[in-house]
């Protein structure tokens, strides 16, 4: 009679312990811990085998070819710009993101597109043949070169693979695969972890590129351990809410390519289209005769869009003013309030303040400060910006103005949208190499941007 072991195990980490913890020693996550049983014909910590053997002959770096490194294109320009220019051949991907917000849509137009390359082996373990074929006739997606099957045992899953031999692979998901060798549950710690590890020997030892789909938590974290992201080549992750009509997609690791790109796609009954002109649908409902809101220019990447942001400030009824930011970082729009308290003199001690970034985008670089500290200083003063001018640039303590890199690009981007008028930090001008029709006007500290909105 077998006996089996129990042991927690940290959901993020791997972490194991003899007992229940509430916050895990290795990586610090709380509430992280459940609770597995493992067979003792399994040791713990012992190698599972292997289901794909992979290794390759020692050359010298001159001998190795790379014939086969050129990159499949999809012809979804959004995707294959995020991605570095196309799919490399035998790279490994994990596309993650909230449940309806288009993970399986947009493999499904991804796999069409791919088709015509080679053979496309979508496995899905989530949905039955006939579902699929469902979702894939409403995207009217080709189906000669797509094979379909529905199964979750990676041992079935590698026989069907030697059987067809396709090119690409789609796993839908990693968190229902599961090893037949490990005893714990679809989703568990070591299963993903396994199986994972099968599909990069896999795409490697086959040369196949493989798409793994993965849920994430509820706290919008990718399920499963950390060390899936650094088994994949690519970490890409769609940001924003189902609910929003845009989905961004950004890549968060690539070896392959950048990881600074974002795709835009718009879904719809057809499924997911691509945006060609971003900037455009940002700020399509822009409120023009309201105080508190300001166009921007962002750098995604090498892609400018520009994009409003909002404020309200309202006296607070609490005696603790709230802080709310959408879109933008907390802590840098609380150091904004606190410069303008004392750098401009401006009482927003016990005001409620709430800054948002419309279109559901969440913007990481510096660049903002300016705009989203005039955009506050026209919500609580009650002037309303000119609907023809954007400000970039950072913010520092002492409320100076800041350069920010691109500042070409992120003009001749803002000309294209008809805005006359650009506030830019001072020190960006010296080697300034625009020479469009946009007005540029030098700001070098916060009160002096302030004064060029008045004039």
């Keep these: 009679m077998k006996k089996t072991k129990t042991k927690f195990l940290c959901q993020q980490c791997g972490y194991e312990s003899a007992q229940w913890l509430g916050k895990c020693p290795s990586c610090g996550a709380w509430n992280s811990f459940t609770e597995e049983k493992f067979s003792t014909q399994i040791k713990s910590g012992s190698p599972v085998r292997q289901l794909t053997g992979f290794s390759s002959e020692v050359l010298k770096l001159n001998e190795v070819s790379v014939k086969d490194f050129s990159r499949f294109q999809t012809k979804i320009r959004e995707f294959d710009n995020m991605i570095g220019g196309g799919v490399v051949p035998g790279s490994l991907i994990l596309l993650g993101g909230a449940p309806g917000i288009g993970k399986s849509t947009l493999m499904l137009h991804i796999s069409d597109a791919l088709s015509e390359q080679g053979t496309v082996l979508y496995i899905s373990g989530e949905e039955s043949l006939s579902q699929v074929k469902s979702r894939a006739e409403r995207l009217k997606v080709k189906k000669g070169n797509i094979f379909l099957a529905s199964e979750t045992n990676l041992q079935n899953i590698i026989d069907a693979i030697n059987k067809i031999e396709p090119k690409f692979l789609v796993i839908d998901s990693i968190q229902t695969t599961y090893h037949p060798e490990l005893t714990g549950a679809p989703g568990t710690v070591g299963q993903v972890r396994e199986t994972a590890a099968e599909f990069l020997r896999i795409a490697k030892s086959k040369n196949i590129t493989v798409f793994l789909l993965g849920h994430v938590t509820k706290e919008g974290d990718l399920a499963g351990p950390r060390v899936l992201e650094h088994i994949v080549d690519t970490v890409l992750y769609f940001e924003n809410e189902r609910q929003h009509t845009y989905r961004i997609l950004r890549a968060y690791k690539n070896r392959f390519g950048p990881t600074s790109e974002i795709g835009i796609f718009e879904m719809n009954s057809s499924g997911l289209s691509e945006v060609s002109n971003p900037s455009l649908i940002f700020l399509g409902e822009r409120a023009i005769n309201a105080a508190g809101n300001i166009v921007t220019v ?38 904004l309030i606190a410069v303008l308290e004392k750098r401009l003199g401006l009482p927003l001690g016990m005001q409620d303040i709430f800054v948002n970034i419309a279109g559901g985008v969440k913007v990481k670089e510096t660049s903002v400060d300016l705009a989203a500290a005039c955009a506050i200083v026209s919500a609580n003063s009650g002037f309303i910006c000119p609907k023809d001018i954007v400000a970039f640039g950072e913010v520092g303590l002492a409320g100076e103005v800041r350069s920010v890199a691109l500042c070409a690009e992120r003009l001749s981007e803002a000309q294209k949208l008809g805005f006359k008028k650009a506030i830019i930090p001072k020190g960006s001008l010296k080697n300034l190499s625009y020479k469009g029709k946009t007005e540029v006007f030098g700001a070098d500290t916060l009160e002096a941007a302030i004064k060029i909105f008045g004039n």
Excluded at 320 to 331: A, K, Q
């Design 298 to 335: 962002a750098m995604e990447g090498t892609r400018p869009i520009l994009l409003e942001v909002q404020a309200l400030t309202a006296r607070t009824v609490f005696g603790m003013p709230r802080r709310m930011v959408s879109g933008y970082d907390t802590n840098r729009i609380i150091i």
